[in-house]
């Protein structure tokens, strides 16, 4: 059975830090490439970061870039490290698998598989 279960999240202050983790089962995790998405109330869902499994680089979106860092922590896990956390910051993150690559700007259909997703809140 093919899963991606993120975990971490949580409620936090402005300022503060989490971590979240996306753990895979069920399908060659080295051979795809991990986004993490963000759906808060009334939004889209929207792409912010990615890594590519094959060689480790790393993709960020304007909003997130220099306060989040996406990482490999071993053959079935992807973290996600999140800093100076703003209100702006609270939603259900979401991890995905794409086959094809690395895509933070539209294009989930890319994206092969989907974890539950995870609520992060920041409080003001």
């Known amino acids: 059975e093919v899963q991606l279960v993120e975990s971490g999240g949580g409620l936090v202050q402005a300022g503060g830090s989490l971590r979240l983790s996306c753990a895979a089962s069920?399908?060659?995790?080295?051979?795809?490439?991990i986004g993490w998405f963000r759906q808060a109330p009334g939004k889209e869902r929207e792409g912010f970061s990615c890594?590519?499994?094959?060689?480790?680089?790393t993709y960020y979106a304007d909003s997130v870039k220099g306060r989040f860092t996406i990482s490999s922590d071993n053959a079935n896990t992807v973290a996600l490290q999140m800093n100076s956390l703003k209100p702006e910051d609270t939603a259900v993150y979401y991890c995905?698998?794409?086959?094809?690559?690395?895509?933070?700007?539209?294009?989930?259909?890319?994206?092969?598989?989907w974890g539950q997703g995870t609520q992060v809140s920041v409080s003001s």
């Open positions: 069920g399908f060659p995790f080295d051979d795809y490439d």
């Open positions: 890594i590519s499994r094959s060689d480790g680089t």
């Open positions: 995905a698998a794409s086959y094809t690559g690395c895509y933070i700007q539209g294009r989930l259909y890319e994206y092969d598989y």
